[in-house]
């Protein structure tokens, strides 16, 4: 039988990463046995536990164990990938004929292979990467867990009266190793957990209900804010959104609070990244150099952060990662890319295989309180729907609730509105980027005020 999953506990972490390493090192032997020119592998082994409850009952648990091995193999520019879960050196052995096997009968891509070899990121003098503090595995069993998620939903439920129903909480955690070598003769190991507590909540009754909720999430348990505290605010914001009332059809200024606001730095993520620009499938083609943001404006990638959710020394080819500006002065200082993309381009990585690494947006505004005061009259986002969104053009066309904004203060709910607009235009009118950020994403970003906005409203 293959080795057994065993991570529940910190202590043995590190052994288990060092036999993972070392599945990679015979894997690489068998490719470049094999005749392969190149070849990389990725190893993972993933626990966890979650639960959810509802109405102070007990709907799922539900504990996961997972592992995946990754082989991809090079004859030239021809790539072949196969990949299993299981250790036996007989089904390695499998796993490695069969990428070659694919890799022989595939056509030549001039893009392929591993990213440059002097690209490679170096170790410390104790032969491991940073870890930046993520890996704080919590002890959990499923009764604590249960306890947590019925204390969350107990604190939301009970805060008030018009608190009929519940969508439920949840508690989750997990903790994860993973290796990643390639035969440059690079082997990167990491280990990180990831816990969360969330509760969603429903008030009113009939075609007047409305559900609202809230979550936390961290790597470290400290971090988390407490179950009874995120139950109360998930009714809060339920509440709030009692007795929604139409607004008229027209152009106002338009605040994206902190949790929505990162949306708008996500479709900046897809038009900038290289698969979407080698296929020409990007509003932003040609971009690079170009302002698309007030000269204020900055966005910067931080992957050095500790407790940072994606934190790392490497990329998933084990590019050196650095911090750098996405955008600068409001102007796009570079890409995201990997190395196949920036081939495919003409182009070099930017230490982006696997995506970015940590994005912060600095402010130029106070809190929310302070924005709302700003814009005086407008539309204050709380919530999105849809994904009314071309990749190609910008046009931008979402689903949207949240609350109406008189005199710099809010006055009432809004539901089923529809914001329109260009990404093109609504990024070169960002008036201000507040200072209350939402800590819950590799993302970092507060409220995003833009100047104006097509609302239809339900006139």
């Not at 805060?159 to 035969?183: F, K």
């Not at 295989?353 to 912060?360: D, F, M, Q, R």
Request: contains cysteine; hydrophobic residues 40%.
């Amino acid at each position: 039988m293959s080795p057994a999953l065993n991570i529940h506990t910190a202590d043995d972490s590190a052994e288990r990463l060092d036999a993972l390493a070392a599945v990679s090192q015979r894997l690489l032997d068998r490719c470049r046995a094999a005749g392969a020119t190149q070849a990389e592998v990725s190893c993972s082994e993933d626990a966890g536990l979650s639960v959810n409850v509802r109405m102070g009952e007990v709907e799922t648990v539900e504990s996961t164990r997972d592992r995946g091995i990754g082989v991809t193999v090079y004859f030239g520019k021809r790539r072949g990938t196969a990949s299993t879960a299981d250790l036996r050196e007989e089904s390695l052995a499998a796993t490695v004929d069969q990428a070659c096997a694919i890799a022989r009968f595939t056509e030549d891509d001039e893009a392929s292979g591993l990213a440059d070899a002097e690209l490679m990121a170096r170790p410390g003098p104790d032969g491991r990467f940073p870890e930046f503090d993520a890996w704080h595995p919590w002890a959990l069993d499923a009764d604590a867990a249960v306890d947590l998620a019925l204390a969350c939903e107990a604190g939301g439920r009970d805060a008030d009266p018009r608190i009929e129903n519940s969508d439920g909480a949840s508690v989750s955690t997990t903790r994860g190793l993973s290796v990643y070598a390639n035969s440059h003769g690079f082997i990167g190991a990491e280990r990180s957990s990831h816990h969360s507590i969330g509760c969603a909540l429903i008030a009113g009754a009939g075609d007047r209900m409305q559900r609202e909720g809230w979550y936390s999430v961290a790597l470290a348990t400290d971090d988390l804010e407490s179950p009874a505290a995120i139950g109360r605010r998930a009714a809060e914001r339920t509440l709030a959104r009692l007795d929604p009332r139409p607004v008229p059809t027209g152009s106002y200024p338009v605040l994206f609070q902190a949790e929505v606001a990162r949306s708008l730095i996500g479709h900046l993520l897809g038009a900038v990244s290289g698969g979407a620009l080698y296929r020409r499938a990007s509003f932003l083609l040609d971009s690079v150099g170009t302002q698309l943001f007030p000269e204020w404006f900055g966005i910067f990638e931080r992957p050095f952060l500790e407790r940072g959710f994606q934190s790392s020394a490497y990329d998933a080819e084990g590019v050196a990662t650095r911090e750098s500006p996405l955008v600068e002065a409001g102007v796009l200082q570079r890409y995201v890319l990997g190395s196949y993309s920036a081939r495919k381009l003409g182009l070099q990585t930017t230490g982006n295989a696997g995506g970015v690494h940590n994005l912060e947006v600095p402010a130029n505004a106070g809190g929310l309180d302070e924005l709302l005061r700003g814009m005086d009259r407008g539309l204050l986002v709380t919530g999105l729907m849809g994904q009314g969104v071309n990749p190609v053009t910008g046009d931008y066309s979402r689903g949207a609730s949240g609350f109406w904004v008189e005199g710099g203060e809010i006055r009432h709910a809004v539901d089923g509105i529809t914001i329109a607009g260009n990404l093109k235009e609504m990024f070169a009118t960002i008036e201000a980027v507040g200072s209350d950020i939402d800590p819950r994403s590799h993302v970092r970003s507060g409220s995003i005020l833009l100047g104006r906005m097509t609302v239809a409203g339900d006139d």
